[in-house]
T-cell receptor
Framework: DGGITQSPKYLFRKEGQNVTLSCEQN?????MYWYRQDPGQGLRLIYY???????QKGDIAEGYSVSREKKESFPLTVTSAQKNPTAFYLC????????????FGPGTRLTVL | DAKTTQPTSMDCAEGRAANLPCNHSTISGNEYVYWYRQIHSQGPQYIIH???NNETNEMASLIITEDRKSSTLILPHATLRDTAVYYC???????????FGAGTRLFVKA
């Protein structure tokens, strides 16, 4: 089945530790995105990538880093510089990224203790 | 991208049509209206999108007013599984960012 996978579904980390969230897609989409969602709020864009080896900051990139070495994969690292990392993180992909439909993964809920 | 305004929450009886409004009075000519929904603790799911004409698919219908300043998403026969947060988004053709606001929380009741 084609789709987007994120792992793990729940993740716990101690304060001050970096953590990497996985996002993989087998839809052959060029564009991939990372969003953050806080309780009762909408989604905020962290980073996006239109093509392999290229990515752009979204609205709340501080404290996060990404890489796009393969078309299928777009991992997100939450660094210790992120002041409030506890949130629900969502990965998405789209065919081209230019105004087209986004397909979302199931999300990873990160809790920093 | 234009801003959208949606009611915070709505109720609907199971089996009845759910009509979810969205105001986008500052929409530009090249901006599409998209609808997504998010069931609790899951990733958002695409529902439908349109530019000027009304659209229908297997999930819903989208009615866009002639002046394009507002739209309505219609779920023709709501079921309990349609309980979710519904996001109305306007997006520039060729634009990259998609802004998800707080959406409308729809409760479908038996």
């Amino acid at each position: 089945d084609g789709g987007i996978t994120q792992s793990p579904k729940y993740l716990f980390r101690k304060e001050g530790q970096n953590v990497t969230l996985s996002c993989e897609q087998n839809l052959n989409h060029d564009a991939m995105y990372w969003y953050r969602q806080d309780p009762g709020q909408g989604l905020r864009l962290i980073y996006y990538s239109q093509i392999v080896n290229d990515f752009q900051k979204g609205d709340i990139a501080e404290g996060y880093s990404v890489s796009r070495e393969k078309k299928e994969s777009f991992p997100l690292t939450v660094t210790s510089a992120q002041k409030n990392p506890t949130a629900f993180y969502l990965c998405a992909s789209s065919i081209e990224g230019r105004g087209d439909t986004q397909y979302f993964g199931p999300g990873t809920r990160l809790t920093v203790l | 991208d234009a801003k959208t305004t949606q009611p915070t929450s709505m109720d609907c009886a199971e089996g009845r049509a759910a009509n979810l409004p969205c105001n986008h009075s500052t929409i530009s000519g090249n901006e599409y209206v998209y609808w997504y929904r998010q069931i609790h603790s899951q990733g958002p799911q695409y529902i439908i999108h349109g530019l000027k004409n009304n659209e229908t698919n297997e999930m819903a219908s989208l009615i866009i007013t002639e002046d394009r300043k507002s739209s309505t998403l219609i779920l023709p026969h709501a079921t309990l599984r349609d309980t979710a947060v519904y996001y109305c988004i306007v997006r520039v053709d060729g634009g990259f960012k998609t802004i998800f606001g707080a959406g409308t929380r729809l409760f479908v009741k038996a």
